[in-house]
């Protein structure tokens, strides 16, 4: 089952920050974040395993709360070049075959 | 340079007529993937491999076709079968164990003319 994504879409000012969160109806081994630019290819952000941990990249970082099934993509002081489609992809604990299910995507917008 | 190749990267097809998508890595990776993809929307799976000579369906695999004769290849047939064929395609690869990510190719364009 895909998992569900919030907002569908954003808006930003340069240097503003956005959250864009992730939640799914099963037990979840992991969850990976992408950025995908028009015709292009979704772009790896990062990887949270079950754990709760917390990860950073730049000005990009994510949470895993496994208890909720949840994820959480921040984006602090947002460049232009963070515009672009966000995916979260999960990794259920259930499933033998490895396979990621993607959300539908955020639509981030910063503008100058 | 490792990675995943696609090709083509554009592709038109007439009605009626089947087309194959080529997609190859040199990753190593023991799992492959199809994804298709409409304007503004997420990914949905189409068909996957873990291991050669095997491949499973995905949530929309109706109109398509795969192999997996070689570890490092898995085209994608589009039939006739298949109405609406439109779409970005994308494949990926993946290692089998858990906690590592997945990887896309380029991605390729099909048109229906």
């Known amino acids: 089952q895909q998992p569900v994504q919030s907002p569908q879409a954003v808006i930003l000012r340069e240097g503003e920050d956005a959250v864009i969160n992730c939640s799914s109806s099963?037990?979840?081994?992991?969850v990976h974040w992408y950025r995908q630019k028009h015709g292009e290819a979704p772009v790896f952000l990062m990887i949270l395993l079950k754990g709760g941990e917390q990860k950073g990249h730049e000005k990009i970082s994510a949470s895993f709360n496994e208890k909720k099934q949840q994820s959480s993509l921040y984006l602090t002081a947002s460049q232009l070049s963070y515009s672009g489609t966000y995916f979260c992809?999960?990794?259920?604990?259930?499933?033998?075959?490895?396979?990621?299910?993607f959300g539908s995507g955020t639509q981030l917008t910063v503008l100058p | 340079d490792g990675g995943i190749t696609q090709s083509p990267k554009y592709l038109f097809r007439k009605e009626g007529q089947n087309v194959t998508l080529s997609c190859e890595q040199n990753?190593?990776?023991?799992?492959m993937y199809w994804y298709r993809q409409d304007p503004g929307q997420g990914l949905r799976l189409i068909y996957y491999s873990q291991i050669v000579n095997d491949f499973q369906k995905g949530d929309i695999a109706e109109g398509y076709s795969v192999s997996r004769e070689k570890k490092e290849s898995f085209p994608l047939t589009v039939t006739s079968a298949q109405k609406n064929p439109t779409a970005f395609y994308l494949c990926a690869s993946m290692r089998s164990l858990k906690g590592n990510t997945i990887y896309f190719g380029e991605g390729s364009w099909l048109t229906v003319v």
């Open positions: 992809g999960t990794d259920d604990v259930s499933g033998s075959a490895r396979q990621l299910t």
């Open positions: 990753l190593n990776h023991d799992a």
């Open positions: 099963k037990a979840l081994y992991s």
